[in-house]
């Protein structure tokens, strides 16, 4: 072979020896810069990982302190009820002394009826005794005793269907419920003695009016001397204070 031919062939070789050395460190270097891009990339989606955890913290450190305040705001309220219970129980006993001072009140009203009158109509009425009423309306007894602003024993009537469009309360009065009505407005107020029991034994030749009417007048006849008993009456007893004489037939 010819020198000058060997020298050639020896120089080209170089070249591509020179040439692949090149492309080697040009293939290092992009590898390189593509793990340096996919560190970076993993890199960032950790560090969105942790800001997303640290927000959860924070989240739940919030909400410790809420539920804490919340316990503190129970605990406080939980005391403050504590007097408020006791007010509570104070005012149950104070309601259960008003309700036994009222059926009090109430039987000293028909002892004073029995006796200014002679008649003590409130023992021949229970509850839910059928009677009739001025007019010839019918009902049942709910209430017997006194009422509130008025004089005397009364008898708190619930109307019967037929009965109820006479009605002039639903069993209230003056702001007192006394017994309730099952058709609104079918309540009426009366004197015990005006009740007439539709089962009391009567003859043939006697009608519930007539009743009606010999009651009224027994009543009548003796008025002066229930006005003389109840002098003594008030003399010797504190009568409730919330009863005032006169009162009309019905209420």
Known sequence: MNPTTTDHLTSTWDDILKSYE????????????????????????L???DNEFQNLTEALSFRETEFAKFMDQNSALTTENEPLGKQNSALTTEVEHLQKQRATESRQCTNHLATTTGHDSSNELELEDTVEVLGGAKGTVKYIGAVQGKYGVFA????????AVTGKNSGEVEGVQYF???VPG???????????????PRTAS???????????NNFAHTTAIASTRSKAFTSSTTYPKHLSKGSPISI
Do not use: P
Not at 206 to 216: A, G, K, P
């Open 47 to 49: 560090l969105a990982k």
């Open 156 to 163: 708190g009537v619930e109307l019967d269907k037929d009965s």
């Open 180 to 182: 309730t009505c099952k």
């Open 22 to 45: 090149g492309l080697h460190e040009l293939y290092g270097s992009i590898f390189l810069m593509y793990a340096i891009a996919v560190v970076e990339k993993k890199n960032q989606a």
């Open 206 to 216: 006697t009608s519930i009016t007539d009743d009606l009417h010999e009651r009224t």
């Open 186 to 200: 079918a309540g009426i107020f009366l004197h015990a003695f005006r009740a007439v029991k539709i089962n009391t």
